[in-house]
């Protein structure tokens, strides 16, 4: 397996955009909670992409993909703080992997590669949210994010139901 973590510039965005509306579609579909509920239209997803692609050009939001045998199989973003208090910190979200290929590494690839961009922008604070007992926390915690506490009734799940997400840092040093 060569999985192959690249970031997407503005310019170049279009070419993955197909492939991202499908990778966020899987995800929702498999029960991922990234903000979405099933089913997620082919038009929501792609009004939710136009709004990343448009926050590129500033360099706020980082996008990366991984890739194999050039086929788009997961993506991550880092979306760093402008504040001037903040600049020492990013936020993790949607990493969003094919449950054709999950636990074959691509999680795990995109969480090491967004680690080293936050460490090119000199971030140093990363935090992210997970729905509480997503199999993304166990990925979250061998990776040495630390649980900061569980909101309740965070997110609508697709029974109807609202669960509790949990909040995680990372310290780069």
């Known amino acids: 397996m060569s999985i192959i973590i690249r970031r997407v510039s503005a310019p170049e965005f279009s070419k993955y955009r197909e492939g991202l509306i499908e990778l966020l579609q899987d995800a929702v579909d498999s029960g991922a909670s990234v903000g979405f509920l099933p089913p997620l239209t082919t038009k929501e997803a792609q009004a939710y992409w136009d709004t990343i692609e448009a926050a590129l050009p500033a360099g ?10 050039s086929e788009l199989l997961g993506t991550v973003q880092l979306h760093l703080a402008t504040k001037s208090n903040g600049l020492h910190r990013a ?7 094919n449950s054709m ?35 993304s926390e166990l990925l979250y915690q ?16 697709p029974s109807g139901e609202l669960e509790a997400t949990v909040v995680y840092y990372k310290l780069l040093v």
């Open 60 to 69: 706020h939001t980082i996008l990366l993909v991984a890739e194999e045998d």
């Open 142 to 157: 061998e990776l040495g994010y630390t649980a900061v506490g569980a909101i309740p009734a965070f997110a609508r799940v």
């Open 91 to 97: 936020e993790v979200a949607k990493l969003l992997v």
């Open 101 to 135: 290929v999950y636990r074959q590494g691509f999680g795990r690839r995109l969480m090491q590669e967004v680690e080293r961009e936050a460490r090119f922008h000199q971030r140093t604070t990363l935090v992210l949210d997970t729905l509480q007992g997503a199999p």
